[in-house]
């Protein structure tokens, strides 16, 4: 089935310490996007991509760094930078058009103790 | 710059009809988007309306919109426990379909 796959759902990171959140989508969509969602709080943009091998900041990239090596992978590094990590981080995905679906994956909840 | 604003929380009994509204204060984009989330979960599309519309509705959801005031709304009719969840409404920005998000509502029905 087509879809969008987030992973891990749930990962701990010690502070000072980078770690990679990882999607992967088969549904051939060449835009993708990373968002951040903290409670009572709308998602907000991290990073997106609207091609292979380029992307974009959104509203929050600081501390954050992406890559788009291929059409179906878009891995977002939280970096020891990133005063603030702890949060549920989305992928999405979409096709080119205008009013085309996002297509969201299950998210990955990350903790720093 | 383009904001939107929802309420945070909305509590109704099964079976009754629920509103989710929400307002933004400036936007050129196309289309206005309701996503709804359930817990621990990704967001999935609910429906989306195009900007020249003041209505649409698909089996119990109603949207209208009202360009003049800035206000959309989501009306669910015969609310069912399954619809508890976070409703997100997003207003799609450029070409590439980039959408911001409001603050989300929190939709509690209740037996």
């Known amino acids: 089935d087509g879809g969008i796959t987030q992973s891990p759902k749930y990962l701990f990171r010690k502070e000072g310490q980078n770690v990679t959140l990882s999607c992967e989508q088969n549904?051939?969509?060449?835009?993708m996007y990373w968002y951040r969602q903290d409670p009572g709080q709308g998602l907000r943009l991290i990073y997106y991509s609207q091609i292979v091998n380029d992307f974009q900041k959104g509203d929050i990239a600081e501390g954050y760094s992406v890559s788009r090596e291929k059409k179906e992978s878009f891995p977002l590094t939280v970096t020891s930078a990133q005063k603030n990590p702890t949060a549920f981080y989305l992928c999405?995905?979409?096709?080119?058009?205008?009013?085309?679906?996002?297509?969201f994956g299950q998210g990955t909840r990350l903790t720093v103790v | 710059g383009e904001d939107v604003e929802q309420s945070l929380f909305l509590s109704v009994r099964e079976g009754d009809s629920s509103v989710i509204n929400c307002t933004y204060t400036?936007?050129?984009?196309?289309?206005l988007y309701w996503y709804k989330q359930e817990p621990g979960a990704g967001l999935q599309l609910l429906t989306y309306i195009f900007s020249n519309m003041d209505m649409k509705q698909d089996q119990r959801l109603t949207v209208l919109l009202n360009k003049k005031d800035k206000h959309l709304s989501l009306r669910i009719a015969d609310t069912q426990t399954g619809d508890s969840a976070i409703y997100f409404c997003?207003?799609?920005?450029?070409?590439?379909?980039?959408?911001?998000f409001g603050a989300g509502t929190r939709l509690a029905v209740h037996p």
């Open positions: 999405a995905s979409s096709g080119q058009a205008a009013n085309t679906e996002a297509f």
């Open positions: 997003a207003w799609g920005a450029g070409g590439y379909n980039k959408l911001i």
């Open positions: 400036d936007s050129s984009s196309t289309y």
């Open positions: 549904l051939n969509h060449d835009a």
